[in-house]
Nanobody
Framework: QVQLVESGGGLVQAGGSLRLSCTAS????????MIWHRQAPGKQRELVAI???????SSADSVKGRFTISRDNARNTVYLQMNSLKPEDTAMYYC???????????WGQGTQVTVSS
């Protein structure tokens, strides 16, 4: 089973940028869905962005125009480029891999993003 490791989180001021990485233990070329989620304290988990093996990408309305998901199959890595960060983007960000959009998913351990105002 694939294992996922996220990295790139940290503390950044509002308006700043971060790039998160999710590196898999195996090839991701055939993994249909690579997805970034986030969860803030006391809130439900939120889907942030999706990358498909067919090359499609989409993002939630709350981050559209600011966040971009991309996939590098050669490096077995999915990225989340986050620009114009806002304090409300503060959350633990998780990477997930799955064959179906509804799951089940394999999850990483998460990386914390904190945006100060």
């Amino acid at each position: 089973q694939v294992q996922l490791v996220e990295s790139g989180g940290g503390l950044v001021q509002a308006g700043g940028s971060l790039r998160l990485s999710c590196t898999a233990s195996t090839s991701i070329e055939s993994i249909n869905f690579m997805i970034w989620h986030r969860q803030a304290p006391g809130k439900q988990r939120e889907l942030v962005a999706i990358s498909t093996s067919g090359g499609s990408a989409s993002s939630a309305d709350s981050v559209k125009g600011r966040f971009t998901i991309s996939r590098d199959n050669a490096r077995n890595t999915v990225y989340l480029q986050m620009n114009s960060l806002k304090p409300e983007d503060t959350a633990m960000y998780y990477c997930a891999a799955g064959r179906e959009i509804v799951g089940p998913f394999t999850w990483g351990q998460g990386t914390q993003v904190t945006v100060s105002s």
